[in-house]
Nanobody, 115 residues
Framework: QVRLVESGGGSVQPGGSLRLSCVSS????????MGWYRQAPGKQREMVAS???????NYADSVKGRFTISRENTKNTVYLQMNSLKPEDTAVYYC?????????WGQGTQVTVSS
């Protein structure tokens, strides 16, 4: 059973930066595609960024050029560097590990962007 634990959320002013981390345990991290998702109040969960086992990345249009996803297999960790944050980035951010028909989710970390 894969367990994912996110950290790094918090409150920041518009234009600020945060770096989210997601540490995986209980599985072979390198064989999972990883992703960051977010869910704002009253909205559906949406994909923010993803990274394949080979390191290919994909981003939602709303975060392209501002967010960067990366993974460090030796530390079983995936990161989301978020720059130039906007109030509309406010949400709970979730980490997901995916392989074949198995998806695993973390508990989420709150990101609030407000002046």
């Amino acid at each position: 059973q894969v367990r994912l634990v996110e950290s790094g959320g918090g409150s920041v002013q518009p234009g600020g930066s945060l770096r989210l981390s997601c540490v995986s345990s209980g599985g072979i991290f390198s064989i999972y595609a990883m992703g960051w998702y977010r869910q704002a109040p009253g909205k559906q969960r949406e994909m923010v960024a993803s990274i394949t086992t080979g390191g290919s990345t994909n981003y939602a249009d709303s975060v392209k050029g501002r967010f960067t996803i990366s993974r460090e297999n030796t530390k079983n960790t995936v990161y989301l560097q978020m720059n130039s944050l906007k109030p509309e980035d406010t949400a709970v951010y979730y980490c997901k590990a995916a392989r074949a028909f198995s998806d695993y989710w973390g508990q989420g970390t709150q990101v609030t962007v407000s002046s």
